[in-house]
């Protein structure tokens, strides 16, 4: 594919994530009155760079899914996946993290590819995205798979916490917070990080079928 096409046409019938970005961003409010100014000096610029680059990653990876076979025509006139879009926009406006617009990108292809659950959990997701931080989605994937040394024959799970996020090692009262975050959405089964358990037992899975579900949301399974 050459550097044209790769380009976001402004107008075209390739370009129906511009247009569903746009229509989702343009939700958002801008402040009225004597601030107007003021807000557009200092916050517009940061958040039109934010909403173009949105815009043009999100046509790119559409493009590509046309690329294999998608019809982006019929995107166009399914109301699930302009709500998806919407949502995914309106929240992606709202954060620089690249983990968390990542996350934002493969949930929008996941429900172009019918790789996403029903609506409703969509929505839940999409407001757990909005939520939650990197760190909270990091402590998520390692509590999937946990990865202990095979000479660890006794510990907690805050052992396996600060082995494998070293930024938090030390930070108990902060890790414990996310934890209670993730427990209290059902991402994961235990309630604490704490309790002594043997090897085998820090090595168990501890995401909830739910947190299976999320994580797969928000991971590729495409492009």
């Known amino acids: 594919m050459s550097d044209s096409q790769l380009e976001v046409p402004e107008r075209s019938g390739g370009d129906v994530a511009h247009a569903l970005a746009k229509a989702g961003l343009s939700a958002i409010p801008i402040v009225g009155g004597p601030a107007v100014e003021l807000f557009q000096f200092v916050v517009q610029p ?4 934010r909403r173009e680059k949105w815009m043009a990653e999100i046509g790119e990876k559409l493009r590509k899914l046309e690329d294999q076979g998608v019809n982006l025509e019929s995107l166009q006139s399914d109301e699930k996946f302009i709500s998806a879009v919407m949502h995914a926009s309106q929240i992606a406006i709202r954060t620089h993290v690249p983990a968390k617009l ?16 029903e609506e409703a959990v969509q929505h839940m997701f999409f407001d757990f995205i909005d939520s939650l931080s990197e760190l909270h989605i990091r402590i998520l994937i390692v509590f999937q798979s946990p990865n202990i040394s095979p000479n660890i024959n006794m510990g907690a799970l805050s052992n396996v916490l600060e082995s494998n996020i070293p930024e938090l090692r030390g930070r108990r009262n902060i890790y414990d917070q996310f934890w209670r975050d993730l427990f209290s959405r059902g991402l994961v089964n235990t309630e604490g990080l704490h309790v002594m358990m043997t090897g085998q037992g820090l090595a168990s899975k501890r995401t909830t079928s739910l947190g299976d579900d999320f994580l797969s949301f928000i991971m590729s399974g495409q492009t």
């Open 102 to 117: 990542e996350a934002l990108r493969n949930a929008v292809l996941n429900v172009a590819t019918r790789q996403a659950p």
């Open 46 to 49: 940061p958040l039109e760079r």
